[in-house]
């Protein structure tokens, strides 16, 4: 597992919870800005989760993609992480 802080919010992207009532989206909520996130390898891609320090641990959003460096190159466009910022987190 890989973990960065979020260097900078670019705002290339919003994140939004749908509101839904009688199983018809009616709406959105905007998801708050992450403090840090998260590139975890699943059984067929890697996932992009977004924390906040606030959340006690809870991922507020996540992204899917078939490659790590797809999953980096989106961290980046969001949140300008580089290559050099991530860090090897042990499970």
């Known amino acids: ?3 960065a802080k979020v260097q900078n919010v670019t ?3 919003q994140h939004f919870v749908g509101i839904v ?3 018809k989206l009616v709406g959105g909520k905007k998801i708050g800005d992450p403090d840090y996130v998260q590139i975890e390898e ?4 890697y996932y992009l989760f ?3 320090d606030d959340a006690n641990g809870v991922c507020s959003s996540d992204s899917w993609f078939e490659t790590l460096d797809q ?6 466009f969001e949140f300008e992480i580089e290559p050099d ?3 090897t987190i042990e499970e």
């Open 42 to 45: 699943g059984s067929n891609g």
């Open 11 to 13: 705002g290339n992207t």
């Open 71 to 76: 999953a980096k190159k989106q961290a980046k």
């Open 21 to 23: 009532k009688d199983g």
């Open 1 to 3: 597992m890989l973990k």
């Open 85 to 87: 910022h991530w860090e």
């Open 50 to 52: 977004r924390f906040n």
